[in-house]
């Protein structure tokens, strides 16, 4: 038992090492002042500098960031309604086939959906830019936080609900004191995986931005395909490094959300 549980530990050492130590070696050599990823002339800071004075690329960011907050913010909204309204369908057959649609646009190629949208776009008139991108965004993020919050709202008792209600509260204050802090756990998983999924898309939005708008994903692949600089080294670690604080906050935020699920203290 002890030996399989030392290479359990080994084999998962094992990949964290092959994931990471690519970002790593990228990040270490976007302070290379010789321009290149072969030899490590000296420290610098001017390929992030470069980053920050170019003002397009800057734009761009604040586009990105634009988009993946409000897309997380609408997505977790109408998510935590969707699993609100799944939740309390009576029909299970109904339910369950609610929940299968739900899971497919997870597991589908993002290929597959980005394609749908173009042609969706297209059909429909919408002209490609920030409202496509936004639009995209929301809807592959909805699934993702109905998948965070619906296991809070199946673990939650009825009871709870009943002895609300019977004290006489409404249905506003049964959502909003009861229901709302009890998944807040799940509201926050939903919110923080769909702003890294937003962040951090390619595919999706590869097809659906136009020209005149471009988020840093698809910006960064454009100056790939021009030749690698160490200018995508720097504003690839800038991006490992926000969505590494964003995954510690979230990480942060439930351990605190953990200790009282309710968020409802204790009086004496």
Do not use: C
Request: aromatic share 12%; net charge positive.
């Amino acid at each position: 038992m002890e030996k399989t549980s030392k290479s359990a530990k080994t084999f998962l050492a094992l990949i964290f090492v092959i994931l990471y130590v690519p970002i790593f070696y990228l990040i270490f050599y976007s302070f290379n002042s010789g321009g290149t990823m072969n030899d490590f002339e000296s420290f610098t800071w001017e390929h992030y500098a470069a980053v920050f004075s170019d003002t397009r690329l800057i734009m761009i960011l604040i586009n990105t960031v634009i988009v993946a907050l409000l897309s997380a913010l609408i997505s977790t909204v109408i998510g935590v309604l969707g699993s609100l309204g799944i939740v309390y369908i009576r029909n299970k057959s109904l339910r369950n086939s609610i929940l299968s649609l739900n899971n497919v646009l997870i597991v589908s190629p993002d290929v597959v959906i980005g394609a749908s949208f173009l042609i969706l776009f297209t059909m429909v008139g919408v002209k490609l830019g920030f409202a496509s991108v936004l639009i995209s965004h929301i809807a592959f993020s909805i699934p993702i936080v109905v998948l965070m919050v619906l296991p809070k709202l199946q673990e939650m008792n009825s009871s709870l609900i009943d002895a609300a209600a019977d004290l006489g509260a409404t249905r506003r204050d049964i959502l909003r004191r009861v229901i709302i802090p009890f998944i807040k756990p799940g509201i926050f998983a939903g919110f923080f995986l769909a702003l890294t999924y937003s962040l951090d898309d390619f595919a999706v939005t590869f097809f659906v931005t136009g020209n005149g708008f471009s988020t840093l994903s698809v910006e960064i692949y454009s100056m790939a395909r021009a030749g690698i600089t160490l200018t995508i080294n720097a504003l690839s670690g800038i991006i490992f490094i926000v969505t590494l604080l964003l995954v510690v906050g979230y990480y942060f935020i439930s351990q605190r959300g953990g200790k009282n699920p309710t968020g409802m203290g204790v009086r004496k």
